[in-house]
């Protein structure tokens, strides 16, 4: 299986839409027309170069998605890197899809002088955790919201 990951481009639109609204919906949210547009908007433009997003193709059919910002951090001179929303289809969970997308952030990333690079997932998420586990490190952070 080889599997081609790249950034998003105009033309993706339906399918990163379609594997968007599935990672909302495992999440149990969702989001207006508004917000797809425009957070499709912003990853596709290049005047909005900290806001990123990448797709994963098997031959050419999309599987997968990551999305990841960069933002300064009071505690660091260089910025960090956010990987904010990371799905791959159910059909292909446990090929390495999901290894393949955060490992292209981390090398985005690399290039980029941004090399933290951090995200968060729900507790009861246990088959990402597996991952996770495997790539990088727990912290003992808890999120609180408004």
């Known amino acids: 299986m080889t599997v081609e990951i790249r950034p998003i481009q105009p033309s993706d639109k339906a ?9 909302l919906e495992f999440y149990e949210s969702s989001v207006s027309d508004a917000v797809y547009d425009t957070t499709f908007a912003r990853l596709c433009s290049k005047d909005h170069p900290n806001q990123n997003g ?3 193709l098997l031959d050419g059919t999309p599987i997968g998605l990551v999305h990841y910002i960069y933002h300064p951090h009071n505690w660091r001179l260089d910025e960090v890197c956010y990987l904010q929303d990371l799905y791959a289809d159910p059909g ?9 997308l955060i490992e292209a952030v981390y090398a985005a990333a690399d290039t980029d002088g941004r090399p933290s690079v951090y995200w968060l997932t729900q507790d009861f998420n246990a088959e990402a955790r597996k991952l996770y586990d495997r790539i990088a490190t727990l912290t003992p952070f808890i999120k609180y919201a408004r």
């Open 92 to 100: 292909v969970r446990g090929t390495g899809v999901g290894r393949k």
């Open 54 to 56: 990448l797709l994963a």
């Open 15 to 23: 399918a990163w839409r379609a594997l968007w609204k599935s990672y």
